[in-house]
């Protein structure tokens, strides 16, 4: 069965620090990657997503991410955060033929302080 | 509608009573599913309709839960007998579906609390 692991529950940073977040999925055929955000009060967003192609993704808002098959992740950076990026982000991986069925990480709560 | 839409937004039942929850996905999109989301954890799979095939059932965590969909349209998650465990925020996503993951779209959740 498919499942994600990301790293760190809780981050806390200043604004203008660099952000990487950790995902790792187990899942030893392809996969979709997806990152999504949650910002205070509002629904969950996507991103960025990884089909295929290039392993370095970009996103909205200046983040990206990078899948790397051999260590099955598929981390999320940001060189320079800003308040506004306080949110909750969720990695999430689909197997390729196992439908839509996304599978989510227990999400990684940031706090970006002015 | 412009997003998917869920309801209630908030919803407070007696440990015991049964409660539905409603979803209309955005038109046009076949694909449905449902998550859950417990206070300070992930998301958990819990149902996927795919057009007029059979549901994807697999996350359904006891069968005091059942969802149904009528068409490729409105959906209901019925969640029987609630227990305590039972509260959490309930998310209704939709996406136009084929072999290959489309973005897909979530509603703003609905807010079980079980008392």
């Known amino acids: 069965a498919q499942s994600v692991s990301q790293h760190n529950h809780h981050v806390i940073l200043s604004e203008a620090a660099s952000l990487e977040l950790g995902c790792n999925y187990s899942y030893g055929g392809t996969v979709n990657l997806f990152w999504y955000v949650q910002y205070p009060g509002q629904h969950l967003q996507l991103l960025l997503k990884?089909?295929?192609?290039?392993?370095l993704v970009k996103g909205i808002k200046g983040f990206e991410a990078e899948f790397i098959k051999s260590k099955f992740s598929f981390n999320l950076r940001k060189p320079s955060v800003q308040w506004s990026d306080t949110a909750e982000y969720f990695c999430a991986v689909n197997a390729v033929g196992g439908y839509n069925k996304l599978i989510f990480g227990a999400g990684t709560r940031l706090a970006v302080h002015p | 509608g412009a997003g998917v839409s869920q309801s209630p937004s908030n919803k407070v039942t007696e440990k015991g009573k049964d409660v539905e929850l409603r979803c209309d996905p955005i038109s046009g999109h076949t694909a449905l599913y449902w998550y859950r989301q417990r206070l300070g954890q992930g998301l958990e799979f819990l149902i996927y309709?795919?057009?007029?095939?059979?549901?994807?059932k697999s996350g359904l965590p006891s069968d005091r839960f059942s969802a149904e969909r009528t068409g490729e349209s409105v959906s209901t998650l019925t969640i029987q007998r609630t227990q305590q465990e039972d509260s959490a925020v309930y998310l209704c996503?939709?996406?136009?579906?084929?072999?290959?993951?489309?973005?897909?779209?979530f509603g703003e959740g609905s807010w079980l609390t079980v008392v």
């Open positions: 990884y089909f295929s192609g290039d392993p």
């Open positions: 996503a939709s996406s136009l579906a084929n072999r290959v993951v489309d973005t897909i779209y």
């Open positions: 309709f795919q057009g007029n095939s059979a549901p994807d």
